[in-house]
């Protein structure tokens, strides 16, 4: 099984400022990553798909880097709606495993 | 516009069985893999199965092999989660989502709260 780990498990940070969260695989993936967002009581939503690729609706302060074993999800000029949980996630189609979340918090 | 609706959760003592559906419409269902994915609460996301377009493949996570069985309708446009031998730390709410190229997950259902406990 391949072991997703995140950083921080939890951010608070003021508006406007950048977020970093980074996901490490315990082995290489490629490019097969991608990054959720839920918020409160609300399902998971699509923010990167492919370690890189945004999606059609999400903001443009959203971007993915990274392959292999290590990415990373950024956040330009925090707002107050992005706060919110952030999952890493990999799988096939035998399998996934998720990282085991960041919450992000807006002081 | 892709709708997933799940449905049949609820309150079950340990040793229970529940049946979970998944209403999909806005996307042509027979096309796709589909999975099941859970939350406990107040924790994270862990992947339940997975079922191939025509259902001749499935997988599971360790956890829930020989209990839970996935199944579908594609005349129905409908995906299901047969839980059995239920137990407490089943308890979470079960989302279905749609998936693309067998590893990405890209639109969710609502979910449905499990709750195993006497």
């Known amino acids: 099984e391949i072991v997703l780990t995140q950083s921080p498990d939890f951010q608070s940070v003021t508006p406007k400022e950048k977020v970093t969260i980074t996901c490490r695989a315990s082995q290489s993936i490629g490019s097969s990553l991608h990054w959720y967002q839920q918020k409160p009581d609300q399902s998971p939503k699509l923010l990167i798909k492919?370690?890189?690729q945004s999606i059609s609706g999400v903001p443009s302060r959203f971007s993915g880097s990274g392959s292999g074993t290590d990415f990373t999800l950024t956040i330009n000029s925090l707002e107050a709606e992005d706060a919110a949980t952030y999952y890493c996630?990999?799988?096939?189609?035998?399998?996934?495993?998720f990282g085991q979340g960041t919450k992000v918090e807006i002081k | 516009e892709v709708q997933l609706v799940e449905s049949g959760g609820g309150l079950v003592q340990p040793g229970g069985s529940l049946r979970l559906s998944c209403a999909a419409s806005g996307f042509t269902f027979s096309s796709y893999w589909m999975s099941w994915v859970r939350q406990a609460p107040g924790k994270g996301l862990e992947w339940v199965a997975n079922i191939k377009q025509d259902g001749s493949e499935k997988y599971y996570v360790d956890s829930v092999k020989g209990r839970f069985t996935i199944s579908r309708d594609n005349a129905k446009n409908s995906l299901y989660l047969q839980m059995n031998s239920l137990r407490a730390e089943d308890t979470a709410v079960y989302y279905c989502?749609?998936?693309?190229?067998?590893?990405?997950?890209?639109?969710w259902g609502q979910g449905t709260l499990v709750t195993v406990s006497s």
């Open positions: 989502a749609r998936v693309v190229a067998a590893t990405l997950l890209d639109y």
């Open positions: 996630h990999q799988s096939s189609r035998y399998g996934g495993t």
């Open positions: 492919y370690a890189s």
